[in-house]
């Protein structure tokens, strides 16, 4: 037999489980919290701003160096750049990188059809993110000049210590959180209703093709208090009658 659920019957599941469901979606805000401050390292990222140009200066050049970026790209993060970061970083800064580490938080970043690039690294330390960025741009036009001598690379602006994180997204997480706590409790409310065994209407069992013999209405509380108070109330004065009568009886005898 094929059960079916209206809108309503959803609300009233909803309703007689808001206890639940607020409990969830607090809990996957606490969680998300917890995660977000106290378990996520922030990460800050630093950028140089790059230009590719041309030994000379024409239409077709500046469509080549545009095309040429994605070379630059490739070399970037070549031990022939990255080699000579690590050694410069070490003896200068002190830092103790391996090509490999260095290769994985740099990143290149390129607007569409435009000669300017941007050479992004994002790392756990704001000041080390700076420092590794100027050391790469710097290799990096080094060794460009080399390799491919008939374009200039140039660096329009050196990257600045930011002290802002650009992860972990503080509010999106919180979002999350409270989201999935949220979906959680409605999905817990939704499972304990269909695990109810319990006949709760008529129509249920007249699809079993079985008689009813009698249907209980639904009685609230404080009805159900107020029925047992005046029900208390009319034994306590039957019992009263039933002693006067006694008494009176034995009086006569």
Do not use: C
């Amino acid at each position: 037999m094929e059960e079916t659920i209206s809108l309503q019957e959803m609300f009233e599941i909803v309703k007689k489980r808001a206890s639940l469901i607020l409990f969830t979606t607090v809990v996957g805000l606490v969680a998300s919290t917890i995660a977000t401050f106290l378990f996520i390292i922030p990460k800050f990222e630093s950028q140089v701003s790059l230009m590719v140009k041309a030994t000379v200066s024409s239409t077709s050049s500046i469509a080549n160096n545009v095309a040429m970026i994605n070379t630059y790209k490739e070399l970037v993060k070549s031990d022939a750049v990255l080699d000579g970061v690590v050694k410069d970083l070490s003896k200068d800064k002190g830092l103790n990188f391996t090509s490999g580490q260095l290769r994985g938080v740099i990143d290149i970043n390129q607007p569409q059809n435009s000669q300017l690039f941007y050479l992004k690294v994002i790392t756990t330390d704001a000041e080390q993110a700076a420092l590794i960025a100027n050391a790469v741009a710097t290799n990096f036009k080094n060794e460009s000049t080399k390799v491919i001598p008939e374009n200039k690379l140039e660096i329009v602006s050196s990257a600045t210590v930011n002290h802002s994180p650009v992860s972990p997204n503080k509010k999106m997480n919180l979002a999350i959180g409270v989201l999935v706590g949220l979906m959680l409790g409605v999905g817990i409310a939704f499972m304990l209703d269909f695990m109810d065994q319990s006949i709760r209407n008529r129509e249920f069992v007249e699809s079993l093709d079985i008689s009813i013999l009698g249907e209980i209405s639904e009685i609230r509380k404080n009805d159900l208090q107020r029925l047992l108070s005046m029900k208390l109330k009319t034994v306590s004065t039957q019992s009263r009658e039933i002693n006067k009568s006694s008494r009176r009886t034995r009086e006569r005898v």
